[in-house]
């Protein structure tokens, strides 16, 4: 190797370690930790039996028996992975069989399964828009819609969250070509819900194809646990949801019309030029599903939950909004202060990781608590001790 090629590659690692570094400083340096025995609500960490308070599994069906046996059953019957993308051989009667069913589902005439919910949002917005056209976003939306709208070089306007009327002047203005209005149902970080009649309502008068990203509303939300859009799903053109959290798996999907869908089998490079979700995932996934519909105690069990942990820390003086989801973020503001938390509340047993830039905005630092309905009434009572403690040692809660 040439020596000035040496000498620039020295360059790149210091650059690099001293941006680690600085993130250090901040308090915003992040680095993985392997937890042990998973079981969905509890785990083990480096030796310490810890109660999990952070995962999306929100109807705890990931370790559900049916769930677990319809992907051992399809384990033995297709094996690990698709070994091609769908349009090659990939595409299997079980991927059909779980398209309908979220079809069906959602009130859609066709869905369309992704091998994540990160690339399900890349393709929709890859796909229908270019430059020349506009996408109105809320400013909360996740990194993978803001990423998608980037990539697909359209021009990205983005509206202060839950702000319609800003939104409606943005697509007063709007040059482009096309309008693409984008909202997730329940957004992420905060737990609060999109004002879905307001956003059709625009989306109707201005003449926009609306995407709803209801990741953290399907299989939660709604009177059969369809998701914030179920009631909405005629003004609604495309939703799209993932298999990796109140399903249990991994994986993503979009539901709309037939077109819109053929649309995506034929423009969607993460759809395209990636190898398919394993047929064992969609077996799980399709189970799920039926879980879903079939056992409403489930769903239940997590509402009664939600309320259990909201009603606790709001008692000991933690501020929350209203519970709108199984997200209830404690938001503390300093990251510094949210990694101290993390840190004393892993000292009582509670594992909820301190959630910072560029996550949520600087100075929003906070312990997002997620509340599965897997959790039993002893493990949410240990939470509500923790968090008691926490305020104690503060001498104020926060």
Sequence with gaps: MREDSVLENVSIYQEVRAGLTALEGKNLYRRLRALEENRGTRAVWEGRKLLLFCSNDYLGLSRHPRVVCAAKKALDRYGVGAGAARLISGSTDVHEALEKKIARFKNKENALVFGSGFLANLGILTAFAEEGDTIIMDKLCHASLVDGARLSKAE?????????????????????????????????????????????????????????????????????????TEGFSEGVDLVMGTLSKAAGGLGGFVAADKVLVDHLINFA???????????????????????????????????ENIRKVHEGLTRLGFSLASPDSAILPVVLGDEGKALAAFEFLLSKGIYIPAVRYPTVPKGKARLRVTVSAAHTATEIDALIDAFAALGERDGKNP
Excluded: W
């Excluded at 096309?178 to 003449?207: P, W």
């Excluded at 879980?291 to 509402?303: D, F, S, W």
């Design 269 to 303: 490079r993460p759809f395209v030029f990636a190898t398919a979700l394993p047929p064992v995932l969609c077996a799980a996934a399709a189970e799920a599903f039926t879980v879903m519909e079939e056992e409403p105690g489930i769903r239940e069990k997590l509402r």
């Design 156 to 228: 990205l306007r983005v509206f202060p969250h839950r702000n319609y009327a800003k939104c409606e002047n943005l697509l007063k203005k709007c040059p482009g070509r096309r309008k693409i209005l984008v909202t997730e149902s329940v957004f992420s970080m905060d737990g609060d819900l999109a004002d879905l009649g307001q956003i059709i309502r625009l989306r109707k008068k201005y003449g926009a194809l609306l995407v709803v990203d209801d990741a953290h509303g399907t299989g939660v939300l709604g009177k059969e646990g369809r998701g914030a």
